[in-house]
């Protein structure tokens, strides 16, 4: 069993066999690097400046300059292929994004008590990409703002403060979200009005199930089950259920999105217990998955509320809850909700533009074929280097988990790996409860150049790593 003390994951609702004699690592520490070892003069006047709080990529923080595309420039002249970062959705300094922004900005930027009608056409085109009973939204600035929002629509819908999250789950940074953020924790404990669950890994409900149906149904059955002890547990507590909160692809969790669907009877738990299924889109929406705009979709549900953010504005800030009109109608019963910043009539002519060049530019399909290829070159790798145990994701997000030579999931081979990639300008990150999963998002724009650079990248980062 973990350390529950340092994990900040006591609050589980399942054994947690696939930790044994390993680390949790929080989601801010997995990809930082050791603050004593600031080199450079503006990675030094960063720590001064933000104190404790700095987080910096990387052994040396790179010091970046520009970007274009689907890729960053340094200060030094290097150019790195960015596969780390999914807000620049359409590509860094898209041309539409800049215009549109610029064009507003030098026109009218204010609140949303007057009528703008940007932000009503705006509005309108993110419902015509969502189902029809999803029909009420409301902007804001950040994920974690859409998050807290969710929350408090379904506490104030099911009478409840219960709620169900995965034991790596990152969901934002107000105090209410943060204690349902369990990788956030250094230490401590997770309230008792929150329960985690295992990750949908097959490492954990299938380890040792050789035939893939099988498999499949160990996930799926098993998940559903741990939501259901999860359920009964807040019963116990006295909490009742208010949600399910979950990210679709489970991003922070390692990224798992097999089997197709598997969501579905776990959902269907939690409704039955009068609680909430709450779509956390923040990383997977906008299309990264290639076959759906949202990971819902990909599950075959329709949420009660679902959260946006990250890609929304393509690097300009803004983010949503989505929810039905009778759900919003009884949170607003007892608390208004005004947000000065979010909805803003830039924030929506930047994501009009991020939608239009989605379409125009038939970025899913793209993220579809581009995603199958690094996932192919990948395997491919996979069967000459065994660093790398496991390949999964859909589209362009994709998780690799990263053993070390014992055959075990490691966080310092998964931090070494992205360091050698970073030498081969490849910009990469880790994910997973252990930090032993590298994290794939690039922009949605890769073309098959950049991923033979990648893949071509990939096998020298490996073949060093084996050799130091
Ligand atoms: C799944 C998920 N939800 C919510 C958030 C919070 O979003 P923000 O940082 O915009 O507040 C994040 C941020 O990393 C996230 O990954």
Same mark, same amino acid.
């Given at each position: 069993m973990i350390n529950s003390s340092t994990s900040g994951t006591s609050n589980t609702a399942a054994p947690q066999s696939h930790n044994q004699g390993t680390t949790n690592k929080g989601i801010l520490d997995m990809n930082a690097f050791d603050h004593h070892s600031a080199q450079s003069p503006a990675a030094k006047r960063r720590l001064a400046n933000q104190g404790a709080a700095a987080v910096l990529f990387y052994q040396q923080p790179i010091e970046m300059v520009s970007a274009q595309g689907a890729w960053m420039q340094a200060a030094d002249g290097t150019e790195y292929l960015d596969c780390y970062n999914n807000v620049p959705c359409i590509g860094h300094s898209h041309p539409a994004v800049t215009e549109a922004v610029s064009q507003q900005l030098s026109k009218l930027n204010t609140h949303t008590r007057y009528l703008v009608d940007v932000v009503d056409e705006y509005l309108e085109a993110l419902k015509a990409r969502l189902p029809a009973e999803l029909s009420n939204v409301m902007l804001t600035c950040s994920g974690s703002e859409a998050n807290d929002l969710a929350m408090r629509v379904a506490m104030a819908h099911s009478g409840a403060r219960g709620f169900i999250v995965t034991e790596a789950a990152y969901h934002g940074n107000t105090a209410l979200v943060t204690d349902a953020s369990p990788s956030s924790l250094k230490r401590g404990q997770l309230p008792d009005h929150v329960v985690t669950i295992p990750a949908p890994a097959k490492s954990y409900y299938a380890a040792d199930i050789t035939d893939p149906q099988q498999a499949e149904l160990a996930i799926r059955q098993g998940f559903a089950r741990d939501v259901q002890r999860a359920i009964d547990t807040l019963q116990q507590r006295g909490h009742g259920v208010a949600g399910l909160l979950v990210d679709s692809v489970f991003s922070s969790d390692g990224i798992h999105t097999a089997p197709q669907g598997f969501l579905a009877d776990a959902v269907a738990a939690v409704k039955r217990a009068g609680g909430l299924y709450l779509a956390d889109e923040v990383q997977p929406g906008f299309g990264r998955l290639g076959?759906?705009?949202?990971?819902?979709?990909?599950?075959?549900?329709?949420?009660?509320?679902?959260?946006?953010?990250?890609?929304?504005?393509?690097?300009?800030?803004?983010?949503?809850?989505?929810?039905?009109?009778?759900?919003?109608?009884?949170?607003?019963?007892?608390?208004?909700?005004?947000?000065?910043?979010?909805?803003?009539?830039?924030?929506?002519?930047?994501?009009?533009?991020?939608? #239009?060049?989605?379409? +125009?530019?038939? %970025?899913?399909?793209? /993220?579809?074929?581009? $995603?199958?290829? *690094? @996932?192919?070159?990948?395997?491919?790798?996979?069967?000459?280097?065994?660093?790398?145990?496991?390949?999964?994701?859909?589209?362009?997000?994709?998780?690799?988990?990263?053993?070390?030579?014992?055959?075990?999931?490691?966080?310092?081979?998964?931090?070494?790996?992205?360091? #050698?990639?970073?030498? +081969?300008?490849? %910009?990469?990150?880790? /994910?997973?409860?252990? $930090?032993?999963? *590298? @994290?794939?998002?690039?922009?949605?724009?890769?073309?098959?150049?950049?991923?033979?650079?990648?893949?071509?990248?990939?096998?020298?980062?490996?073949?060093?790593?084996?050799?130091?």
């Amino acid at each position: 069993m973990i350390n529950s003390s340092t994990s900040g994951t006591s609050n589980t609702a399942a054994p947690q066999s696939h930790n044994q004699g390993t680390t949790n690592k929080g989601i801010l520490d997995m990809n930082a690097f050791d603050h004593h070892s600031a080199q450079s003069p503006a990675a030094k006047r960063r720590l001064a400046n933000q104190g404790a709080a700095a987080v910096l990529f990387y052994q040396q923080p790179i010091e970046m300059v520009s970007a274009q595309g689907a890729w960053m420039q340094a200060a030094d002249g290097t150019e790195y292929l960015d596969c780390y970062n999914n807000v620049p959705c359409i590509g860094h300094s898209h041309p539409a994004v800049t215009e549109a922004v610029s064009q507003q900005l030098s026109k009218l930027n204010t609140h949303t008590r007057y009528l703008v009608d940007v932000v009503d056409e705006y509005l309108e085109a993110l419902k015509a990409r969502l189902p029809a009973e999803l029909s009420n939204v409301m902007l804001t600035c950040s994920g974690s703002e859409a998050n807290d929002l969710a929350m408090r629509v379904a506490m104030a819908h099911s009478g409840a403060r219960g709620f169900i999250v995965t034991e790596a789950a990152y969901h934002g940074n107000t105090a209410l979200v943060t204690d349902a953020s369990p990788s956030s924790l250094k230490r401590g404990q997770l309230p008792d009005h929150v329960v985690t669950i295992p990750a949908p890994a097959k490492s954990y409900y299938a380890a040792d199930i050789t035939d893939p149906q099988q498999a499949e149904l160990a996930i799926r059955q098993g998940f559903a089950r741990d939501v259901q002890r999860a359920i009964d547990t807040l019963q116990q507590r006295g909490h009742g259920v208010a949600g399910l909160l979950v990210d679709s692809v489970f991003s922070s969790d390692g990224i798992h999105t097999a089997p197709q669907g598997f969501l579905a009877d776990a959902v269907a738990a939690v409704k039955r217990a009068g609680g909430l299924y709450l779509a956390d889109e923040v990383q997977p929406g906008f299309g990264r998955l290639g076959s759906h705009f949202w990971g819902f979709q990909f599950h075959g549900l329709i949420p009660d509320v679902v959260t946006m953010g990250k890609p929304m504005g393509n690097g300009f800030p803004m983010a949503a809850m989505v929810t039905r009109p009778d759900l919003l109608a009884d949170f607003c019963q007892t608390t208004g909700y005004f947000n000065t910043f979010g909805g803003n009539p830039v924030a929506c002519a930047a994501g009009l533009a991020v939608l #239009q060049v989605l379409k +125009q530019e038939n %970025l899913l399909a793209n /993220a579809s074929q581009r $995603g199958k290829e *690094l @996932k192919q070159g990948l395997l491919q790798l996979a069967r000459e280097y065994p660093t790398l145990a496991e390949v999964r994701g859909q589209g362009l997000f994709i998780g690799v988990d990263i053993h070390n030579a014992s055959g075990q999931p490691c966080a310092s081979t998964t931090k070494h790996l992205i360091e #050698q990639l970073k030498q +081969q300008k490849v %910009l990469s990150g880790a /994910a997973g409860l252990l $930090g032993a999963t *590298l @994290k794939l998002r690039p922009s949605m724009t890769l073309n098959d150049r950049e991923v033979d650079f990648f893949l071509t990248a990939m096998r020298v980062a490996l073949r060093k790593s084996t050799i130091d």
